[in-house]
């Protein structure tokens, strides 16, 4: 099939690239031309594991191909995949002036019986208002047709989680446009569910609300195992290994972040309070995860006393491990809080820094390796679990700080590990400190 995606972050690009490496012809358009540019020299404008790889192999291939121009990317094409950016407004819900002027601009160069599949993640009626921009703005008397097919990719795992995913949603308002998606991702061999435009539209807020919900649950739990002296994680193995709860997603940490949950689950909530319905559980959820960021300053403090001049080594700035993204990372709410105390902050990550850079720039130092942001540093604060900092010999790490003392976040730290250390606390979340 010949198929354009309109859009190249995390979503229009881990699509392109996946569907071109099942053997379609894809054209991934952007008016960012920088990127564009980029793109064409087989770079990838972001940090995704096997992407850059894949890119090139399918650009190499003759399968993919980069353009800003909508004339040469929409020629001749089956589907176009509508998968630019719906960022947050100012009042929480999804702001949808890009993919407005998506459908404005595409408009003109359609041709009779397309079909258009927003991908984006959009509040239910968005197709409906897409349909509408796309009909009076085309030239031609042509029909269209609309379908809703939402994404499920995690950042860190785009490519593996494009190319197996669970289940592929489909939403049409006839078998056909179904039937004609549903050909695309045939060599996925992924289960498909097929529904209404509406209902594809919500199961996308409705999954991501619940994630971020169960996080939010776990991280309680694990703020109750504090007072009680109970371990979050075997409570977590334990709720877990009932098939109706599932293991994923239960691991307690420093909150959620990235540019989905935060942004979903405030979207999910105004769009049912606009309805009259109160989804209060939506703000016990967002609440939560404010508190819970706020949980490795709270506990320094009740440590120190006073973090006024303490040197805190940072480890890990990206919102979660294996990407560079910094959008709504707990790290930037924790650097602030930091800084508000006095304290210095040095922080070290493996792919983030330039990005961290934009966002927090002189507020905090940037180290090299995790040895360089320890060294004299009064603790270290395990903010994302990037692989790299479970492996640290830990012991040699503790003898080179000023005060050998881990706040961990994200319960990185191996336990075997720890009955090792001869100097220095830990302190975890929702475990036993040692
Ligand atoms: C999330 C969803 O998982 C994807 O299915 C969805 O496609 C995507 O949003 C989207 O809407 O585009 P993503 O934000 O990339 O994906 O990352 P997740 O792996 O879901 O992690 C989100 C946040 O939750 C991270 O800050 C992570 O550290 C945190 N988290 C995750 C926990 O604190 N505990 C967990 O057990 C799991």
């Not at 980069?66 to 947050?88: H, K």
């Not at 508190?291 to 403090?301: I, M, N, S, T």
């Not at 006393?305 to 940072?314: H, T």
């Not at 990372?329 to 924790?334: L, V």
Request: hydrophobic share 40%; glycine share 8%; with cysteine.
């Amino acid at each position: 099939m010949k198929i354009s995606v309109l859009g190249t972050g995390y979503v229009g690009l881990s699509t392109g690239v996946c569907l071109a490496e099942i053997g379609h012809f894809v054209t991934c358009i952007d008016i960012n031309q920088h990127k564009i540019g980029q793109l064409c020299q087989g770079k990838s404008p972001i940090y995704e594991p096997f992407l850059e790889n894949l890119l090139l192999k399918n650009a190499d291939e003759g399968r993919l191909k980069f353009t800003s121009s909508y004339l040469n990317g929409l020629e001749g094409t089956d589907i176009i995949i509508l998968a630019v950016g719906t960022p947050q407004s100012e009042d929480g819900s999804a702001d949808l002036s890009y993919i407005m002027k998506c459908a404005k601009d595409i408009a003109p160069h359609l041709t009779d019986g397309v079909t258009v599949v927003i991908k984006s993640t959009v509040p239910v009626g968005t197709n409906e208002l897409v349909e509408k921009i796309i009909m009076s703005h085309c030239n031609n008397d042509i029909t269209i047709n609309m379908a809703s097919n939402p994404e499920f990719l995690r950042q860190g795992s785009a490519i593996n989680d494009t190319l197996h995913p669970d289940r592929i949603i489909i939403g049409a308002n006839s078998k056909k446009v179904a039937d004609k998606i549903e050909e695309m991702y045939l060599p996925l061999k992924a289960p498909i569910i097929k529904t209404s435009i509406r209902s594809a539209e919500l199961i996308k807020y409705a999954s991501n609300a619940f994630l971020a919900t169960k996080i939010s649950y776990i991280n309680q739990i694990a703020n109750l195992c504090e007072m009680v002296g109970a371990d979050v994680n075997d409570i977590a193995l334990g709720m877990g290994t009932d098939k109706r709860i599932g293991l994923s997603f239960l691991q307690a940490g420093i909150g959620y972040g990235g540019s989905c949950f935060p942004k979903d689950v405030k979207a999910l909530h105004l769009t049912a309070e606009k309805h009259g319905i109160q989804f209060s559980l939506l703000k016990e959820t967002m609440r939560i995860n404010d508190e819970q960021q706020e949980l490795l300053v709270k506990k320094a403090k009740k440590r120190f006393g006073s973090l006024k001049s303490k040197k805190i080594a940072l480890f890990g700035l990206s919102f979660k491990p294996n990407t560079d993204d910094m959008r709504e990372a707990p790290s930037i709410k924790i650097v602030r809080l930091l800084s508000n105390e006095g304290a210095n902050v040095v922080a070290y990550d493996p792919v983030a820094t330039h990005n961290a850079r934009e966002v927090l720039g002189n507020m905090i130092s940037y180290a090299n390796s995790p040895e360089e942001a320890i060294l004299d540093a009064d603790a270290v604060f395990i903010v994302t679990d990037w692989d790299e900092f479970k492996h640290l010999n830990i012991t040699n790490i503790l003898k080179k700080m000023r005060c050998p003392i881990i706040f961990d976040g994200r319960n990185c730290l191996d336990e075997s590990m720890l009955h090792l250390l001869e100097i220095g606390e830990y302190y975890p979340v929702g475990r036993p400190s040692v």
